[in-house]
Structure formats: C-alpha cells, structure tokens
C-alpha cells in the first residue's frame, strides 16, 4: 500500500468528508426526542456499548478508531480495558463523555446506553449541548496528567466549587448538597479533598495546582471526579505518571471510593498488573474492536485470543529471568485500511484458512466471549 495521495485524491478526500460530517450533525440535530432516550438491556447496568463505531474524517481518510464495540459497565464494578496503543481504548471512553474533537471525530453508528436515574439515555443521540448535565454529575473522567486537565491559574478548592456549582440543582434532589449556599458547596468540596486522603485540606483549598506534588493533584482530581457522586469514574491511565509506591496508593483510593460511593470505574490501561487487581471485567481491545471480554479471572485464567495471550507473555513476572521480554510480532493494521479478514491474522501464529473472514463473537462460557475461530477454546 503506498501513503501517497494525489491532490485530486486529496481534494476529494476533503470533499467526501465535509458531507460525511454535515450529514451525521445535521440528523443529530434533527432527531426526534425518542432518539435520544433508550431502555437498558439489563437494569443493572450503569453504561452499555452496542456496536459503537466512533470515526475521524481526517485528510488522509477515515480513521476507523472504534469500529463497532460492544461490552457493559454494570454498577458498582470496575470494568478494566486494555490493549496495545493506538487500539481505540481512548476514542471509545471520549466517545461516553462526547468529547470527541469536533467536527473529524464523530459517532457514525451504534448507541451507548446511560442508565440516568431519570431514565435510560442513548448518549450516541445526546446534543452535544445537553451534555453538561450529564459530565461530571454522573460520568467523571479521571485524566492520565492532572496538570493539563486542571487550570493552573485558579485555586484546587476554587476549581472543585465550580463543578457542584454547575450541578448543584441536581445535587441538591440528589442529596448529595443539603442546599445550594456557597458556604454548603465549600463544605462539600473539603470534605471531598479528605475524603481523596489530603489531610490538610483547608490548606489545600487555597493552593493552586503547582503547589502540589504529582500524587497530590492526582488526589485533586480526582476529588472532583467523585465529589458529585457519578456512576462512572473514567480513569485512563490514572497513573501512569506517578511513581510506583503513590500508583498503589492512588489504586487503594479509588477501590475505596468505589465502594464507598457506589460508583463503577473504567480502568483503562495498559498495565495488566493494575487490571489484574483491580477489576471485575476485563474487555479486551485491539485495532478499534473488542476481542475478548470476560471476568477478570476468565481472562487471567483462561486467555482465549491469541492476542490476549500475547499481551500476557509480554507482561514482566517478578522473579522469573527472561533475556528478553516477549512482544507480539508485527504492527496494528492501518486504521485508514483495515483488512476484510481478521485483523490479527498477519501477527497470529494459529492462523489459517478462516481467518479470511473476521471472526464473529462466541461464548467460551456464560461470562467469556471471543472473536476468534481457534478450535478448543
Ligand atoms: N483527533 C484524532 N484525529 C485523527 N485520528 C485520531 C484522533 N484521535 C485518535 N485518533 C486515532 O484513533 C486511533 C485510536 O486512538 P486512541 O487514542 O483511542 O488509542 P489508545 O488505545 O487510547 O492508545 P494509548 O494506549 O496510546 O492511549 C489511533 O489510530 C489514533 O491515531
Ligand atoms: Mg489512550
């Protein structure tokens, strides 16, 4: 395949999109008010994918970053996602928060379902406007550096205020806020601070970011992330920028507070030590789909896809000596031109004729379900 494209290639390329995308937002704006509602397949399901397609329009071509995901986040669970970089595990979360860089990034199929207490929506069909009801209140993103996700310029305790200031109508049926007074929100807001473990939290509430250790703005963040009590913690890569003794203490954090708020978490990451021990689910991702989902203890266990096993293999054991550490041969396809058969035929030593086809979902058990057409799994 050549990376070449003719201007008149790229003219048309240009051309082709700007239709694409008016088209997707102009049926967005347009749909009727059923659209944008949903009812849960299970009840007790806070977030469920069913084959969501999420596409960037760029000048090379359609990226095909999520290419039809389907997998549920129930309530309460952590559900940990992993997968080489590059695979989708990124787009798939902005894609729930509707943060997608606009107008290239754009959902082109499929719904994603949010258990809302007031009714199931299909966030898929939210305007993007209607949006700020829902981030924050009751999905939290969790970034992977505090520091450019926090505003330097205005005080940690400042910057957690606003958000229940934003919401605090909300708050306020919810309980979470006993009224909406500035005095109750700042109550709110320390009480948030102790409950992330920052112990001197008045203190705190007077600091701007810079102020704070690395481990201590992560702490901030995510202070704001469940200071509004949401059903969803999204944490990508949460730390991968601390170092290790303040990554367990960060992971301790947000196992308790899981518990302690009743909120599911996201995990996205590619340490599959953290998935390991952190969560209930594990989904798979390669190249823009899911091809294994499973309990954690399905997927530790019992890996099914030849590229999960390689994902294990490529994972340090502490204590074994290994001259060189594992990795999976080859690249993840192009996801300008993704292949019609499985798309990790050309790295996958089982391959063989079927392959030629991408293979469907199956059970391996209730819980365990793979794309793959390997016999005897
Ligand atoms: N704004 C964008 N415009 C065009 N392509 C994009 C954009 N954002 C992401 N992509 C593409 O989408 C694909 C998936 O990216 P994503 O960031 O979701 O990967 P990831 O699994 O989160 O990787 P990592 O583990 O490195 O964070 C990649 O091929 C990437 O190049
Ligand atoms: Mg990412």
């Known amino acids: 395949m050549s990376n070449y494209i003719t201007a008149r290639d790229a003219r048309r390329i240009i051309r082709e999109n700007k239709r694409a995308i008016d088209d997707i937002e102009k049926r967005l704006k347009t749909l009727p008010a059923s659209a944008r509602k949903s009812v849960m397949r299970d009840a007790d399901n806070i977030v469920e994918f069913d084959n969501l397609r999420t596409h960037f329009f760029t000048d090379s071509g359609v990226v095909k970053a999520v290419d ?14 992993v997968g080489e970089s590059g695979c989708g595990k990124s787009v798939m979360s902005l894609s729930l928060m509707r943060l ?6 754009q959902i082109t199929d499929g719904e994603i379902r949010l258990n809302a207490p007031d009714g199931a929506i299909n966030i898929a069909n939210t305007l993007p406007e209607k949006m700020g009801d829902i981030r ?13 996700s926090l505003n330097p310029v205005t005080r940690i305790g400042q910057q957690l205020d606003e958000v229940l200031d934003l919401h605090k109508v909300k708050l306020k049926e919810r309980g979470i806020l006993s009224d909406d007074s500035k005095a109750v929100i700042k109550k709110r807001t ?3 601070l102790e409950m992330v473990g920052i112990s001197n939290a008045e203190g705190v509430y007077g600091m701007y970011p810079h102020e704070l250790s690395g481990g201590m703005r992560q702490r901030a963040m995510i202070a704001m992330a469940m200071s509004c009590e949401p059903l969803l913690m999204i944490a990508d890569e949460p730390t991968t920028a601390l170092d290790v003794t303040i990554q367990a203490q960060i ?6 507070l899981k518990d302690r708020i009743n909120a599911g978490i996201m995990l996205i990451t590619h340490d599959l030590g953290v998935v390991a021990e952190m969560a209930d689910t594990v989904v798979v991702m390669y190249a823009g789909r899911v091809v294994e989902r499973g309990t954690a203890t399905d997927i530790y266990k019992s890996p099914a896809h030849p590229y999960t096993v390689g994902l294990m293999k490529s994972k ?3 204590g074994r000596k290994v001259r060189r550490l594992y990795s999976i041969p080859g690249r993840v ?5 993704m292949p019609d058969y499985c798309y990790f035929r050309d790295r996958c030593e089982y391959a063989r004729g079927e392959c030629d086809e991408y293979p469907p979902e199956r059970d391996v058990s209730a819980t365990h ?3 793959c057409w390997r016999d005897g799994i």
Not at 100 to 105: C, D, E, I, S
Not at 333 to 337: A, G, I, K
């Open 68 to 81: 039809g995901v389907s997998f549920d986040v129930p309530r309460g669970s952590t559900v940990g996602v």
């Open 100 to 105: 997608l860089q606009r107008p290239q990034g």
């Open 136 to 148: 924050g209140a009751l999905l939290a993103m969790i970034f992977q550096e505090p520091m450019t």
């Open 190 to 192: 320390i009480e948030s």
């Open 251 to 256: 992971l301790d954090l947000l196992r308790g």
């Open 316 to 318: 340090p054991i502490p």
């Open 333 to 337: 396809p192009n996801p300008v031109e």
């Open 369 to 371: 379900k793979v794309s």
